[in-house]
DNA sequence: GCGACAG
DNA sequence: ATCTTGTCGC
């Protein structure tokens, strides 16, 4: 049930959202040879599978890859049922608590490899109110996020063929980018074809504690294939988890009947 | 008015 | 999100 407190809520954390570089590391291309500065290495993805049998029986996870060799150097999971349905605009509602909860349980322990930036599947301004799961997830984490987006969520005139269009104009290079500018002149987020092969583009937007332009820079370093690798792994890694678990998860998160009290 | 709408 | 086989290509 959708009603003014998600609407609320999500005006109320909008307002601790920040769209500029709000962090001490640098892109190891970063022309400034930094004496000192840090560099970045550990970039965090999130994904949740859901079951076939039962949607509302989910496994998040949450990988960290290191950089520049893209090697996942830690991964963690949640099995957990959802409560909350999907409604588009909303998908904050759904998933940022247990992500979230991954996190912090990361950062509690004071884990060597907590993520410097966390890129998230799902968008971030990129948002009918300019406040994706990205954001949501960023600003309760205050960690520097990014949102990635598999489809374009329409928002302010935005439309996926016309972007692809757009693209397929280009007669550029190899990866594509388009800015994705909507109807009242707002830029949005940035449409992007990571490989050659991949017709169908990317949806990058700000998440929290970054600029589009950094989002864009981080997002080209991690791609090996369409997906961004912390993303595609957090994806694989959810999947398999809740194959694996699938008859475990099935026994602990079953419904059950409710107590009755023998006299 | 109808349809479209991240995961 | 999930349902789904083969197939073309490096």
């Known amino acids: 049930m959708i009603c003014l407190t998600s609407f609320r809520e999500q005006d109320e ?76 605009g909303f998908l904050a509602f759904r998933e940022a608590p247990v992500l979230l909860q991954i996190l912090q349980k990361m950062r509690d322990e ?23 799961l990205a954001c949501h997830l960023g600003v309760l984490a205050h960690l520097p996020t990014i949102g990635v987006g598999k489809n374009l969520h329409h ?30 002149g707002i830029t949005w987020g940035v449409g992007f074809r990571p490989t050659l092969s991949s017709l169908k583009p990317i949806y990058v937007s700000v998440g929290h504690r970054i600029s589009l332009d950094s989002a864009v820079e981080v997002v080209k370093i991690t791609c090996k294939y369409r997906v961004p690798e912390p993303i595609r792994q957090a994806d694989i890694r959810s999947r398999a988890y809740l194959q694996k678990h699938q008859t475990e998860s099935f026994k602990e998160l079953a419904v059950r009947p409710p107590d009755q009290t023998e006299p």
Not at 110 to 130: A, C, E, S, T, W
């Open 110 to 132: 004071k884990h060597p490899f907590y993520p410097q930036v966390l890129m998230v599947d799902g968008n971030g301004i990129l948002h009918p109110r300019g406040f994706g």
């Open 155 to 184: 928002v302010d005139g935005l439309n996926q063929s016309e972007v692809k269009q757009s693209l397929q104009l280009q007669i550029n290079e190899h990866e594509q980018t388009i800015t994705l500018v909507g109807n009242s």
């Open 13 to 88: 954390l909008k307002k601790k959202l920040i769209a500029y570089d709000d962090f001490t590391w640098k892109l190891s291309s970063s022309t400034e040879l930094s004496q000192g500065s840090e560099i970045l290495k550990y970039v965090g993805g999130v994904d949740m599978s859901f079951c076939k049998e039962d949607s509302s029986v989910a496994c998040a996870c949450l990988v960290v890859l290191e950089l520049p060799s893209l090697r996942v150097v830690h991964h963690d999971f949640s099995l957990l049922r959802l409560h909350v349905p999907y409604v588009p």
